[in-house]
């Protein structure tokens, strides 16, 4: 039986980034992976590896089929197309631990979702600080949040047990979105607890700018309203426990830009975690 994993990555005005985030697939303990590279920017990403002399067959180029028409369309392309039985997601300025595929595809074996931990750092690579880390556990659409507090992107899927799309229209939060449709088939997941995954906070995250500030409370609103529509046909239970995470998460939204006034460099989970502890 198949046990590819096909890590889907998206690439916008990347050129910057990709080496790091591509070598970082080629050094996988794991080796039985093909990585769908989708271009957003009209970029040739094929003949930019094969320059860095990072070229591999089982790297497979498609495109979006326009410029800047963003991660989530582009990582549909990659998802249409698959036929590896495992997905991964890797952005295009972040990178995978090197036994990060090995670790999945062994959790994979009886778990149809699988998350981590992450390395949380600066777009240099300099550490900030992790999120969700700890023991192993199983998780719970409405229990994950609670752990993996915020950054989604480091999920990977059985896609014969459970699949989805991403959602265009969302701004932000699209990986949560995402999760939220793939535990319409798969209630229960496990979240590894080592930081296997490098997430990089880009500047303007960090910053809080106003553009990022807004779709984080539209996105998030706009999720809130399809969990109490009952548009992923989740229990009750478990609507509660993700609204209650949202609910917690606008509110320090709203008053991160003050908090980052009188405390600069605040990053947003140091801001959110105490919030949701209390």
Same mark, same amino acid.
């Given at each position: 039986?198949?046990?590819?994993?096909? !890590? /889907? %990555?998206? $690439?916008?005005?990347?050129?910057?980034?990709?080496?790091?985030?591509? *070598?970082? =697939?080629? @050094?996988?303990?794991?080796?039985?992976?093909?990585?769908?590279?989708?271009?957003?920017?009209?970029?040739?990403?094929?003949?930019?590896?094969?320059?860095?002399?990072?070229?591999?067959?089982?790297?497979?180029?498609?495109?979006?089929?326009?410029?800047?028409?963003?991660?989530?369309?582009?990582?549909?392309?990659?998802?249409?197309?698959?036929?590896?039985?495992?997905?991964?997601?890797?952005?295009?300025?972040?990178?995978?631990?090197?036994?990060?595929?090995?670790?999945?595809?062994?959790?994979?074996?009886?778990?149809? !979702? /699988? %998350?981590? $931990?992450?390395?949380?750092?600066?777009?240099?690579?300099?550490?900030? *600080?992790? =999120?969700? @880390?700890?023991?192993?556990?199983?998780?719970?659409?409405?229990?994950?949040?609670?752990?993996?507090?915020?950054?989604?992107?480091?999920?990977?899927?059985?896609?014969?047990?459970?699949?989805?799309?991403?959602?265009?229209?969302?701004?932000?939060?699209?990986?949560?979105?995402?999760?939220?449709?793939?535990?319409?088939?798969?209630?229960?997941?496990?979240?590894?607890?080592?930081?296997?995954?490098?997430?990089?906070?880009?500047?303007?995250?960090?910053?809080?700018?106003?553009?990022?500030?807004?779709?984080?409370?539209?996105?998030? %609103?706009?999720?809130?309203?399809?969990?109490?529509?009952?548009?992923?046909?989740?229990?009750?239970?478990?609507?509660?426990?993700?609204?209650?995470?949202?609910?917690?998460?606008?509110?320090?939204?709203?008053?991160?830009?003050?908090?980052?006034?009188?405390?600069?460099?605040?990053?947003?989970?140091?801001?959110?975690?105490?919030?949701?502890?209390?």
């Amino acid at each position: 039986m198949s046990r590819t994993v096909a !890590v /889907v %990555t998206p $690439a916008y005005r990347a050129e910057a980034t990709i080496a790091a985030t591509i *070598r970082s =697939v080629l @050094e996988q303990s794991w080796s039985d992976w093909e990585l769908w590279l989708v271009a957003d920017d009209g970029a040739d990403y094929d003949a930019f590896l094969n320059e860095a002399g990072m070229g591999d067959e089982r790297i497979r180029h498609a495109s979006s089929g326009g410029i800047g028409r963003g991660a989530s369309l582009a990582r549909n392309v990659a998802l249409d197309q698959i036929t590896a039985p495992y997905v991964a997601i890797l952005d295009a300025d972040d990178r995978m631990k090197p036994d990060k595929l090995e670790r999945v595809v062994e959790a994979l074996a009886e778990y149809p !979702v /699988v %998350t981590t $931990a992450l390395d949380v750092m600066t777009d240099r690579f300099q550490h900030l *600080r992790y =999120v969700g @880390e700890g023991p192993d556990r199983e998780l719970t659409a409405g229990t994950y949040k609670w752990v993996s507090l915020s950054m989604d992107s480091m999920v990977a899927w059985d896609r014969r047990r459970t699949d989805a799309r991403y959602d265009p229209t969302l701004s932000n939060m699209t990986d949560l979105e995402l999760l939220l449709q793939l535990w319409r088939q798969a209630p229960v997941s496990m979240h590894l607890g080592t930081p296997l995954h490098d997430y990089v906070k880009r500047s303007e995250s960090m910053s809080n700018g106003k553009d990022v500030a807004a779709g984080m409370i539209r996105s998030k %609103t706009e999720i809130l309203r399809r969990l109490r529509d009952g548009y992923y046909g989740l229990p009750k239970d478990e609507v509660a426990g993700v609204a209650r995470f949202l609910e917690i998460s606008l509110e320090a939204e709203r008053a991160y830009g003050a908090a980052l006034a009188a405390n600069p460099g605040l990053l947003f989970e140091d801001h959110l975690e105490p919030r949701l502890r209390g």
